[in-house]
């Protein structure tokens, strides 16, 4: 122990480096086993998050945002990836070709808001399986359902 630690050490404390060392190497290698016995427990499979989408519809609704679900857009405050996949369903939804014409009057952004709109609205009082993405556009195109005006974006 150096000299000025030696200096400031309590009386009542024992000062013998050894005994200090041993606690600690104990004390580590006690952590470190509890860790990776934490880490190894359990099975390999990919545990499933309330509020996180199934993958694979994940990958359907990306190839079709017409699969999106009631259920989907429930689900979307509980995990970042159940608001990303709405998100990307109702852009997608905003860039068919029956709604160019309100994309040229507004602007894409407010399309895709607009189709949230509908999308929340049509699934009030549904089944979560059902899927709103063809009765939105159509009531987008028809505009029965517009995102407020006068706001940015």
Known sequence: MSRSLRSR???NRPTDDSTMGRFTRTALALAA???LTAVG???DEPREVPGQPNPEHV???ARDPYLLTCADLSRQERHPESAKLVIRAEFALAQVPSLRKVVAQETLNRTGRS???ALTEICKGKHP???PGRPAVEAVRRGEYRAA???PG
């Open 33 to 35: 086993g509890l860790g």
């Open 9 to 11: 050490a309590s009386p």
């Open 149 to 151: 005006r006068n706001r």
């Open 115 to 117: 189709v949230y709109y």
């Open 41 to 43: 427990c359990g099975d």
């Open 59 to 61: 990958r359907e609704v």
């Open 129 to 131: 399986a059902f899927e």
